[in-house]
């Protein structure tokens, strides 16, 4: 975490003809290989703006090509996942909400797996330590911030070595292949339907995985619960789960018990805000999922 005191993803409900003819022409190990390439592979430096600008107008984080393409093919994998259980199920007429069409639970939360950061700058690296404790890999923050390159400036977003979280969650296990989906200061409500759609399925798929929330948190704007809204906090939480089909998130906070973070104390260690909020905060950063 780091405090200054004072394309995005690509379609999910309708798939363009080449992202799926792509996935379908190209397997399922190769598809992982080339998500955990363009996640390793050079990308543009993200810089942060610090309070005097705020982040207002700024647009999304450009992504380099190989990532706005494999994440092109997860969003179109990921639609047909959805299709399938709508094939399978028989929800209720009264549905409104896809996720709740396609006969997905209106409910479900990835299992606890909170620490504190160990140090103030240690968002990234607790963050992923959560994460893949939640898919059965036992990671220390040390060594999640040797392998994130985390400095006393926090966790990247990006850099010249790629997209260090979902490189590192990709490293260290095989359970999914995360990408980064970059978002801008104003998400449309196309891109707040995406995440949603793309926080279901993933806490749904393969046993359920948990996705990387990248906060840009402007002074006096919208924050995480018990941030300090008088201050402007670029910070990684671990997003755990789901209510509402999607339109409430739950998520866990590293800040939570922090010994250096004096506001901690604040923060609770499980929380849940609208789908709406959380991306407005992500805004000018992203997720991984």
Not at 29 to 45: D, E, H, S, T, V
Not at 112 to 121: D, I, M, S
Request: hydrophobic share 40%.
């Amino acid at each position: 975490m780091a405090v200054i005191t004072g394309m995005t993803g690509a379609l999910w409900w309708a798939a363009a003809a080449s992202p799926a003819a792509s996935a379908q022409a190209v397997s399922q190990p190769a598809a992982g290989r080339a998500i955990r390439a363009a996640a390793a592979g050079p990308a543009p430096l993200v810089r942060d703006v610090g309070p005097a600008g705020g982040k207002q107008g700024l647009g999304a984080p450009a992504m380099s090509l190989p990532m706005l393409q494999v994440n092109a093919e997860r969003q179109v994998r990921a639609l047909q996942f959805v299709r399938t259980l709508r094939q399978k199920g028989s929800p209720d007429l009264k549905c409104t909400r896809r996720p709740c069409r396609a006969g997905l639970p209106a409910a479900r939360d990835l299992r606890p797996t909170q620490q504190a950061q160990v140090r103030g700058y240690y968002c990234g690296p607790a963050t992923v330590s959560e994460m893949l404790a939640q898919l059965g890999k036992r990671v220390s923050q040390a060594t999640a911030a040797r392998e994130l390159r985390t400095n006393p400036s926090g966790t990247n977003w990006s850099d010249n070595s790629g997209y260090p979280v979902p490189a590192v969650l990709n490293l260290n296990q095989k359970k999914n292949n995360y990408v980064a989906v970059a978002l801008p200061w104003y998400p449309t409500s196309r891109q707040i339907t995406t995440f949603e759609a793309d926080l279901v399925t993933d806490v749904n798929h393969n046993g359920g995985v948990p996705l990387a929330g990248n906060a840009y948190e402007v002074a006096g704007g919208p924050h995480l619960v018990g941030s300090p809204v008088s201050q402007t906090i670029f910070h990684w939480f671990e997003i755990r789960g789901y209510q509402k089909f999607g339109a409430v998130t739950d998520y866990e906070d590293s800040v939570h018990g922090a010994p250096s973070i004096g506001w901690s104390v604040a923060v609770p260690a499980y929380s849940s805000m609208p789908s709406s909020a959380i991306v407005d905060i992500l805004g000018a950063r992203g997720y991984d999922w």
